[in-house]
């Protein structure tokens, strides 16, 4: 029997090199904790275990992975690195990530509650759905008064 | 004739069965909101009811106990968002069988098999609690950390591309969870100077960011198509889809008793485990497990909710709390100048069996609150995603900050939201990732005690094979493992190729 062929994500097996950098740094970390106190029930122990084990996991994945054709296979470099990026984040990814940041940041510098969330919902929904500008005016006032009624009135949770 | 006193105190009391049965219904609800757990709803309520007289507190949290573990199956099925831990392993296939228009069927299956799970975990609690109190207290050190490992192990070989996807992904979990002042030697761990880390990843974070923000950020990559339409004008299943479940169901329960009962392993370990159980054991399901199969329903709805009763059983009888939730209720119990413990049960029968009888109420409830809400519900999915995702997007703001009260949490639980998006992207679990956060405490904590007890790693090693529970778990997570390489799969793909073949020569 022919074992069907998978085909990878643009970026996909960059990941795993993503994870191999990820590993070794705290496999750095953890070996400058277990050198202070050099024994198995150091507090350095499990984590240089488990930084190892991402290491080894994520040599192994490059490993069964090198053979897999990607969806950008056979392009120049440059053109793999933009196909990866726009396939991986999107516009519409960006643009609510950065809504969603913004209105953190909002929260973070004291704009209150009650008004960075009526204004991301408006403009998240809006942008999302690109139409109804207006209904989107019904369905925030409809979820900010849910929020009120259930985290701030019934279970009064703090909201932040 | 004493005992059956007691246990009508809850039947018999109105205001007691009221209180059940709104901690149920709001349970219901809470844990179908995602970031809404119940360890921080009963949580909330250990302060709401402080004041309160004891049989009041104990029976709103029970209520809300059952309501918001059954829950998290809500939206476990309807947005791919487990409500809680535990609801993980039902949305494998809970969530298909929605994209297939079969919300409804999924959850009055889900609603029924919970309702058995819990009712058979009352009934592991109300007759089992000694013995199985006293088999818990037998495990080692090493035999918990072989736990952890095992439910790691089913975890991370769960739907993915290959074990080592999942097992990387567990490993970071672990990793995570190691962040923070060491418990035993008060020494910071990558820290880096940042005093907010001292306390650590909160797992609520990790797991509102991984399940919630970054399902939402998927889901807007296909944010244009339309939302199935739910079939839920059958919600309530036939006797003979329950009773052609029964083996499963009894199975579940059982395993889900006895997970919870074991200090630490809860309802989430309790599902993980039997969905695994089930997609090893049963031969022919009606669809692959992972494409909406029904028994990937059943196996853990019934399990997480029989791990209620049985997580009550250390908690009353050692004063050891079996998962997140008993903890917060030891803390309950405490405040109300009670020792849960070895001498509660001769102390202070009544409140064993008020414990029980108010499962038994809620149970009941269950059935109610759990068939009724379900088209309403339903009606979510059907809203336009543009409208839902910054809803989601906004609860999970609300979670993430609701635990402590730091602002820091949001833009943590935002970095795991993003981190979770580019796993599910390139098809790394989230979920193994989870339970390590979850799981380092006991995985680490017992590591760090049998490496003392049996004096140095190879001490620690030996160990596991002059125990035959030591040894019996851990030949089990060497199956697990063998089992989900490639090599056994190919084998066993032959073999079955082989086995059609001469089915169709004969």
Known sequence: MEEKKETFKSGEKGF???????????????????????????????????????????????????NKVSENHGRSVGAMLKDTLEKTLPKDIVIT??????????????????????????AAMSYLMRKDYLKNLL?????????????????????P | MENLQYLLITFTDPMLLLLVAVGCFAGVYIGAIPGLSAVMAVSLLVSFTYGWETYSAIALMIGIFVGTVYGG????????????????????????????????????????????GTLLGIAALAFCAPLVAKFAMNFSSVDYLLLGLMGMMMVGSLNCKSIFRGLLTAALGVLLGTVGMDTMTAVPRFTFGISYLNAGVDYVVAMIGFFGVSEALIQIRSKDVKAVKQKVDKIIPSWDTILKYVPLTV?????????????????????????????????????????????????????????????????????????AVTAVMLGALTIHGLKPGPNLMNTTPDLFYLIVSCLVVASICLVFFGLTGVKIFTKIVELPKGILLPLIIILSVVGSYAINKNLYDIFWMLGFGVLGYFMKHFEYPVAPC?????????????????????????????????????????????FMFATQTKPYKRWKGKR???????????
Not at chain 1, 101 to 118: D, K, N, Q, R, V
Not at chain 2, 496 to 506: C, F, L, S, T
């Open chain 2, 251 to 323: 199975r579940s329960s059982v395993v889900g008793a006895v997970v919870g009962a074991l200090p630490g392993a809860g309802g989430d370990i309790a599902a993980l485990l039997t969905y695994d159980q089930a997609k090893r054991t049963v031969k022919n399901p009606e669809v692959p497990f992972g494409e909406g199969a029904v028994e990937g329903i059943v196996a853990p709805e019934v399990a997480n909710n029989a791990a209620i009763g049985g997580a009550f059983i250390p908690m009353l009888t050692l004063g050891i709390p079996g998962d």
């Open chain 2, 496 to 506: 079955n190729e082989a086995k059609q073949k001469k089915k169709a020569g004969v």
């Open chain 2, 434 to 478: 989870v339970l390590g956060i979850i799981l380092t405490s006991l995985l680490e904590e017992n590591y760090r005690r049998g490496i003392v007890l049996k004096e140095g790693v190879l001490g620690l090693a030996g160990s596991i094979f002059t125990s035959p529970l030591s040894l019996i778990l851990f030949l089990l997570i060497v």
């Open chain 1, 16 to 66: 795993a090199v993503f994870w191999l950098l990820i590993g070794a740094f705290f496999f750095y970390q953890s070996w400058l904790m277990y050198r202070e106190s050099p024994s198995a029930e150091s507090h350095g122990a499990v984590p240089l275990f488990v930084s190892g084990l991402i290491v080894v996991f994520s040599i192994i994945i490059l490993v069964i992975d090198r």
């Open chain 2, 73 to 116: 199956s809500r939206s476990a099925i309807l947005l791919n968002i487990p409500g809680a831990p535990a609801a993980v392993a039902t949305s494998l296939d809970g969530y298909p069988m929605a994209l297939k228009g079969e919300a409804g069927r999924a959850m009055g299956i889900a609603t029924t098999q919970s309702v058995i």
């Open chain 1, 97 to 122: 990530l950065l809504m969603i940041l913004f209105y953190c940041i909002g929260l973070l510098e004291g704009l209150g509650f009650y008004i960075a969330t009526p204004v991301f919902l408006w």
């Open chain 1, 139 to 159: 369905w925030t006032a409809l979820c900010v008064g849910f929020i009120f009624a259930v985290f701030s009135t019934l279970f009064k949770v703090v909201l």
